[in-house]
């Protein structure tokens, strides 16, 4: 191995102190983490050990400048009872370009897959069997020196945890429009899974859901019409049987579900167009009925019916959900190929293996 993991196992698991039956998003995390440390430019100390508290100095720098990025990935369990993965290694090229976004270091392809790999074998009991309940797995990453001035840092902390999850939106949501607030603009950090998008984020959130919406529906931050994304999730739109998704501009997120959803419908032959949406043109196909379909994709919520838009408090006419078939469809197709019920003509799985612990399953 090129980057050694010491493994330290759990004295007592927690495993049967979840309720596998009523999960949650983000409620349990498994029995162990793996962290490394970023010292004097290399990855150094990497070890799995029991999840708990950290201890680390309250100057350390992601505390006060919120040098802090994270991804979202999911391990599934085959029907076989095999652990999967999706797409790791396109989570890996993404929290990269955050990483260079924010002046931290690359993770290489090596300490990546091995931390991944080793950590989910060993919690692979974790892995939920129903069908829309996965192992959530959130790498990050931020900066630890003792320092509040404010200069690029030389100290870093990568930590994996894992939690088992049911689904991140359990019905369709509701979204509306804010231009009080923006999210991202050109030449800002939208486009990389920055922590400081999301907290930036919690005040437009929280009067959201004041007025009974799950979510806000971004515009862009200068003209406030072009759609961005809803902040934990892509979004999709279908008008005359042609699928539409805003384009990655740098103010959005590359999601990993947009990126797999572009890929299917291109496979089935349908239409699909990556290029600036406006409120406007959803607007106007809502009132002439040219409306069919609105999602969200993401890897926390995968695919989910928007049942409402609200604009400047008027609601975008929308077909009922249970009437809509393309999210429907899209999502059953994806959620096949990642728990291994569909055949996968894209090689997006990967299974879970060890090199560290024993490869026999339980
Ligand atoms: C994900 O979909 O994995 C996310 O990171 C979105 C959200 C939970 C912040």
Not at 48 to 63: C, H, K, M, R, Y
Not at 147 to 163: A, L, N
Not at 203 to 226: F, K, N, T
Not at 314 to 331: A, G, N
């Amino acid at each position: 191995m090129k980057f050694p993991i010491h493994i330290e196992r759990t004295e007592v698991s927690h495993l049967h102190e979840v309720d596998f039956s009523q999960l949650q998003f983000g409620k349990w995390y498994s029995d162990h983490m793996f962290v490394a440390e970023w010292r004097h430019g290399r990855w150094v100390d990497c070890h799995i050990i029991p999840f708990g508290n950290l201890p680390f100095s309250p100057a350390s720098s992601a505390l006060h400048y919120g040098q802090i990025i994270f991804e979202g990935m999911k391990a599934y369990r085959s029907p076989e009872g095999e652990p999967l993965l999706f797409r790791p290694e396109m989570n890996r090229c993404r929290f990269n370009l955050s990483a260079a976004r924010m002046a931290m270091p690359q993770v290489p392809e090596a300490l990546w897959h091995d931390a991944l790999h080793e950590l989910i074998w060993l919690d692979r009991a974790w892995i939920p069997s129903q069908q829309g309940a996965s192992l959530y797995v959130r790498p990050f990453m931020f900066a630890t020196d003792r320092f509040i001035g404010i200069r690029p840092t030389e100290y870093f902390k990568f930590i994996i945890i894992t939690s088992p999850a049911g689904l991140y939106y359990a019905r369709p949501v509701k979204v509306l429009t804010m231009e009080k607030y923006v999210r991202a603009f050109p030449g800002g950090t939208g486009y990389a899974k920055a922590a400081g998008n999301y907290g930036a984020t919690m005040l437009p959130l929280r009067e959201a859901l004041q007025h009974g919406y799950d979510q806000v529906l971004w515009l862009d931050g200068i003209e406030h019409r072009y759609i961005q994304e809803i902040g934990t999730m892509n979004v999709f739109f279908v008008i005359d049987d042609v699928v539409i998704t805003p384009e990655l501009d740098g103010t959005i997120l590359e999601g990993v579900t947009r990126d797999s959803l572009i890929q299917l419908l291109k496979l089935k032959g349908l239409r699909i167009e990556e290029r600036k949406v406006s409120i406007d043109e959803i607007i106007d196909a809502g009132e002439r009925q040219r409306l069919q379909d609105a999602f969200g994709s993401g890897t926390a919520a995968s695919v989910v019916a928007i049942a409402e838009i609200m604009h400047r408090g008027r609601q975008i006419p929308l077909p009922p959900v249970e009437e809509r078939r393309w999210w429907k469809e899209l999502k059953a197709e994806l959620e096949g190929i990642k728990y291994g019920t569909r055949p996968d003509p894209f090689g997006w799985r990967v299974p879970v293996r060890s090199r560290l612990l024993s490869v026999a399953m339980n």
